[in-house]
């Protein structure tokens, strides 16, 4: 009996690790808001799929292009479906970032892109019915992210807002994502860089 008990004690944390490793995983729609918080008539809503350190980011405007990120390995792909072709970037968007501690995220925060942050913790709220961390960017411009929301059990924005624009994740589910997801495809070509292109915007 001793032993069942732990063999079923084992059983049960592994489960749970299990667990929470998926729960980091999870895919939302990318709902853009503006200065007012009223969602954008003018920008469609994304998708956005998260694995561990892989961001998959499908926009559905007139490109319709696809961004890949892996902040572990530094590399950063946008991807062209209807042309099946693909290009690197020097850099990810500096909205969406995974973090190990969600009350401790600033040294991520200004490592997450190419802006230039000056990161303060502000206070937790509440943000579509999910407990995160809001952080400041008191060097923020007109253009660059001036507040995130770090959701506590994601430990991933699921918020952000700069001047004139901002955007948040909804209908979240948590679940194993493909691996796939975040690769480019075999049959993709590498395109012609453009003249400027360093990193992603969503502006």
Known sequence: MGMRAASLTAMFFIALITTVSYGQEFSADVVYVDSNGKVSASHPASKIYVNKDKIRLETNGFTGTVLLVDRADQNNFVLQPKRKTYQSLASGPSEYFRVEHPDDACATW?????????????????????????????????????????????????????A????????????????????VPQDYKTASPQKGSKGFSHR
Do not use: H, P
């Open 164 to 183: 004139d624009a901002g955007a948040e994740l909804r209908n979240i589910k948590e679940e194993k994502q493909a691996a796939e997801l975040f690769n």
């Open 110 to 162: 200004q490592r997450a892109g190419d802006q230039k942050i000056v990161c303060e913790k502000v206070d937790t709220e509440m943000v579509n019915g999910r407990e995160a961390v809001k952080y400041q960017n008191k060097a923020a411009t007109e253009i660059s992210t001036s507040v995130v929301w770090i959701d506590k059990s994601l430990k991933f924005v699921i918020k952000w807002q700069s």
